[in-house]
């Protein structure tokens, strides 16, 4: 049985997240701790999943805080010291919900996830009725935004200025897409000193404003909000607030290879570590490793939705002086030093400090090498994508003899002008994806897309 892809569970409610199914894995997820903490997000079946969920942890065993509806960040920062569960399908539709597990702050690893996809499969019982727990209900979303702001403020100290107020003068839009964020983030930057207008900012599972996934495409709306005020920043967000997007104050969306970048060479340069570390993944830009390397530190990476357990392998193989001082994949942030998940309110107030203490986004961009950059789907029934990915291992490289070649997360070429391409398959739909950056990037594109498309014919 597999339940669960590279972000949880996630599906639609009608014949995959079901009340069902959140029952089985409460029931086998309580097996592993006597504490949960429980949170949703906005969508219309969320307190029915979290219902289910809840019987099903309390039938094993454990006690359960019910915390309502949080950002997942949130959540994540209420699991430490515990466990948690977060009922979200992140971006997907509205009929659409998931389950994703946390254990002290850090999403389960792929061992804990298979141990409890054998519990469901094998219809774990509840323990015996007076080995039951119970519930109460916790608050959880002030603590969190306090900590946020805290640590945002402790950043910019840091760098010489202790003002409380390190966001006084900067003005910053919020397009929380009906989203979680609606109750973190412009708090937060309030709270920071800013000067906030907040856009779609009332919690509705059927994200009326615009589709929950922030994209150029879907923040049109947005974008002309900005063009038409005066604002030095624009943030946008996701259903559950794990994702955010920037955009500069006259509407440009700034690539999210380049927000990472700017995160990535702050905090390696920030370090006072002997070798500090950015885990990211394959589909993230050479941008990143050059703006790293430029700051003193070195990039890893790890198969994409999995950050936490490229952090810890980091961490594991690291000798003295090692310190992973941020992970993100495009979109994604983990913020180290303030803990293990993926935090877009953290990043909100972070981009904003940081562009607030530089005068500006357009200092933080300059260091940056943009290339162009490109992402092609080319169609791979799911039963062929192993063999097509077989061959691409061999003709790929074929085809760059001069580049250097990794074959850890599907196929990436590093030419020698910093140029890139990677080739992977899809985990959740019938595609095989290319990726690529280069001054010349319709050019590779195409000539990296004709040795995919070759290579599932042959598969």
């Known amino acids: 049985m597999t339940l669960f892809g590279t972000a949880g569970i996630r599906g639609p409610v009608e014949d995959r997240v079901t009340p069902e199914l959140a029952m089985a894995v409460g029931r086998a997820a309580g097996r592993d701790g006597d504490d949960f903490v429980v949170a949703r997000d906005g969508r219309e079946t969320g307190a029915a999943l979290a219902a289910a969920m809840e019987a099903g942890l309390e039938s094993a065993g454990a006690t359960v805080a019910r915390a309502g509806q949080l950002p997942t960040p949130a959540l994540a920062f209420a699991s430490q010291e515990r466990r ?15 389950i994703k597990l946390f254990a002290d702050g850090v999403e389960y690893d ?16 509840a323990v015996a009725w007076d080995e039951w727990g119970d519930g109460f209900r916790e608050s959880v979303l002030g603590t969190y935004r306090d900590a946020v702001a805290d640590y945002a403020r402790d950043l910019v100290s840091e760098t010489g200025d202790s003002a409380a107020d390190p966001l006084a003068g900067l003005r910053v839009a919020v397009d929380c897409g009906n989203g979680m964020a609606s109750i973190a983030t412009p708090q937060v930057l309030r ?9 779609n900012a009332n919690v509705d599972g059927h994200f009326p404003g615009r589709p929950s996934k922030p994209t150029p495409e879907t923040l ?17 967000h ?23 970048a700017i995160l990535a060479g702050y905090y390696a340069g920030q370090s006072d570590a002997a070798d500090p570390v950015v885990v990211t993944t394959p589909n993230a830009s050479a941008r990143i490793d050059e703006h790293v390397s430029e700051a003193g530190g070195r990039v890893e990476r790890v198969r994409l939705g999995a950050l936490h357990e490229g952090i810890a392998r980091e961490r594991a193989a690291g000798g003295d002086g090692t310190e992973v001082v941020f992970a993100a994949e495009p979109w994604k942030h983990v913020h180290t030093a303030f803990g293990g998940w993926i935090d877009g309110v953290a990043s909100a107030a972070v981009v904003s400090a940081l562009v607030a203490d530089a005068g500006g986004l357009a200092p933080l961009r300059a260091p940056i090498s943009e290339r162009p950059y490109r992402k092609v789907s080319v169609d791979c029934p799911d039963d062929a994508k192993e063999a097509a990915m077989d061959r691409l291992a061999t003709t790929l490289p074929e085809a760059f003899p001069d580049a250097s ?3 850890d997360y599907g196929v990436r070429i ?28 319709d050019e590779l594109v195409d000539e990296a897309t004709g040795i995919v498309e070759r290579a599932v014919e042959a598969a």
């Open 84 to 98: 948690g569960v977060m009922l979200t399908a992140s971006h997907n539709p509205p009929a659409d919900n998931g």
């Open 110 to 125: 792929r061992d804990a996830e298979h141990r409890v996809e054998a519990r469901v499969a094998d219809e774990t019982a």
């Open 191 to 199: 709270e920071l000193g800013g000067e906030v207008v907040a856009l």
């Open 220 to 236: 049109t709306d947005f974008v002309r909000f900005l063009e038409s005020n005066d604002f030095h920043l624009g943030l946008a």
């Open 238 to 260: 996701d259903g559950d607030a794990d994702r955010i997007v920037v955009v500069t104050g006259d509407g440009e969306v700034v690539h999210e290879d380049t927000v990472l």
């Open 405 to 407: 070649v990794d074959t």
């Open 414 to 441: 590093d030419l020698t002008d910093g140029s890139w391409v990677l080739v992977r398959p899809s985990g959740t739909e019938p595609y095989v994806r290319v990726y690529a950056e280069s001054d010349d990037v």
